[in-house]
C-alpha cells in the first residue's frame, strides 16, 4: 500500500504553510498535518483558504479542498415554506452571546454520525479566538430563551469563513445562517464559506467555487478592514 505523503508542520514553530495548489486530489484537498491551533496559526491558514479537520485520535490535518463551497451572503435560498413560517416566527436572533454553548451543540451526537470533529482541543482554540475577536456565533433563541438553533466560524477582513451550525428545534440553523448572510452583506462580505458540499446547503443556496478563485477572493477580502462586529438583536420574522 502506498503511503500518503503530505507535509508535517511542528507545534510551536512558525512555519508557512505549503501552497493550497499542492493539496491532495484525494483525500480531496488534504495539505499538511501536524502543527498546533495556535491563533497566529489559525488565522494564518484562514488567510490562505485552508482550515483543521481531523478526528480526536488522528493528528491535526489541514484541507483546502477543490471545489470549494460558499454561499454569496445576498443569495441564500429561503423557501416559499420557510417564509410563510418565518413570517410567524416569534424567534430572537443575537450574535456572540453563547459562543461556546454554540460550540458545544455544534459537537453534539448527530443522528448517522459516529463522532464530532469538534474535540475538545478544537472548542478551547476557537474559544481563544473568540476571546481575541476573531471567532463569532449567531445564536436563535425561542420564544422561551431556549437556544433554537445557532451558527459559528472566523472573520477575517469582510470574509466569514462558517465553521459549523446546529438546530435543537425545526428551521433553528437556517435561520441562524439566514441571520449572519442579511448582517454579512450589510457590513459588505461578498461571501461566507461553507468548506465542502452537502446536499442540505446546495439547497440553501450554497454553490461551488474552484479553489484557486477562492483563495485569490479570501486574500483580498482579508486584507479589508474589518467592520465593528456589534449586532443588536433582531426578529427571525424580519427575515422572511
Not at 501536524?34 to 485552508?50: F, Q, S, T, W
Not at 459537537?107 to 471567532?135: F, K, N, S
Not at 456565533?137 to 446546529?166: K, N, Q, T
Amino acid at each position: 500500500m502506498n503511503r500518503i505523503r503530505i507535509p508535517i508542520l511542528h507545534a510551536g514553530l512558525r512555519e508557512a504553510f505549503p501552497p493550497p495548489e499542492r493539496a491532495l486530489d484525494e483525500p480531496n484537498g488534504l495539505l499538511a498535518a501536524g502543527g498546533d491551533l495556535a491563533p497566529e496559526r489559525l488565522l494564518d491558514a484562514y488567510r490562505n483558504g485552508i482550515f483543521p479537520w481531523f478526528s480526536d485520535d488522528a493528528p491535526i490535518l489541514w484541507w483546502s479542498p477543490d471545489p470549494r463551497m460558499v454561499f454569496a451572503t445576498d443569495k441564500v435560498h429561503i423557501s416559499a415554506r420557510l417564509h410563510r413560517w418565518l413570517r410567524r416566527c416569534d424567534w430572537t436572533i443575537r450574535s456572540d452571546t453563547a459562543f461556546a454553548q454554540v460550540m458545544r451543540a455544534c459537537a453534539a451526537p448527530r443522528a448517522g454520525q459516529p463522532g464530532t470533529w469538534i474535540t475538545p482541543h478544537m472548542l478551547e482554540a476557537y474559544c481563544d479566538l473568540h476571546e481575541l475577536g476573531h471567532a463569532h456565533s449567531v445564536e436563535v433563541y425561542d420564544a422561551a430563551g431556549e437556544l433554537a438553533g445557532g451558527i459559528y466560524g472566523v472573520a477575517l477582513g469582510r470574509m466569514f469563513f462558517g465553521e459549523s451550525m446546529f438546530s435543537s428545534a425545526t428551521n433553528g440553523s437556517k435561520v441562524a445562517l439566514i441571520a449572519l448572510c442579511r448582517q454579512l452583506h450589510a457590513w459588505g462580505f461578498p461571501l461566507l464559506d461553507a468548506q465542502v458540499a452537502t446536499p442540505h446547503l446546495i439547497t440553501l443556496g450554497a454553490f461551488e467555487m474552484p479553489r484557486r478563485t477562492f483563495v485569490a477572493h479570501v486574500r483580498s477580502q482579508s486584507k479589508l478592514p474589518a467592520p465593528q462586529w456589534t449586532w443588536p438583536a433582531m426578529k427571525a420574522a424580519d427575515l422572511a
